[in-house]
């Protein structure tokens, strides 16, 4: 699996855009429990990174794509930031990547800190859990690279379906 360069969103502009997802999840959300929301949120879109990359690297029933691998990627990403923005954990620098030769290393690593983040939170008031985040951050740009992913455009498809399917959906 050959790498590019991968393209990176900007993270103030990520954090400017999970502080407006957060705002309007809130009008449809109440906010006791948001933050448990939030780290299943993120624990759930690292499975489904992960089940696309099976897929795609053909080691699932069903075959996969590479957008389909990509869109889940930047499902991580926008949660993540999104998540930091809800329990008020500001996310540290997300330094840049080399491409790993092995790109099951950083998909494994993103789903294994993303449950690492879960316990945190859930079963250790959340101490401990910034670190996570700002670790899931990196390992999904990592991926990005490795797998050769461009996550800047991923992001803005992400974000163009969010704002036009809506917020939740009615019960």
Known sequence: MPHTTSS?????????????????LREHFPREGEGVRQALALAEEAGEFLAA???????????????????????V?????????VLDMPLGRVPEFLPDDNP????IGLFRLAGSFLDSYVNNDGKGA??????????????ATT??????????AKVQILYTRGWRDPR
């Open 104 to 107: 099951d290393l950083p998909v």
């Open 53 to 75: 990359y099976r897929r795609w690297s053909g080691r699932a029933r069903r075959t996969g794509t590479l957008n389909d691998v990509a869109a889940e990627l930047a499902d």
């Open 147 to 156: 797998i050769g992913i461009d996550l800047r455009a991923a992001v803005d």
């Open 77 to 85: 990403l926008i949660t993540t930031y999104v998540t930091a923005c």
């Open 130 to 143: 910034e670190v996570y985040l700002t670790s899931i951050a990196i390992a999904a740009q990592d991926a």
């Open 8 to 24: 990176r969103p900007d993270p103030d502009q990520m954090a400017r855009l999970a502080e407006d997802i957060t705002d309007r």
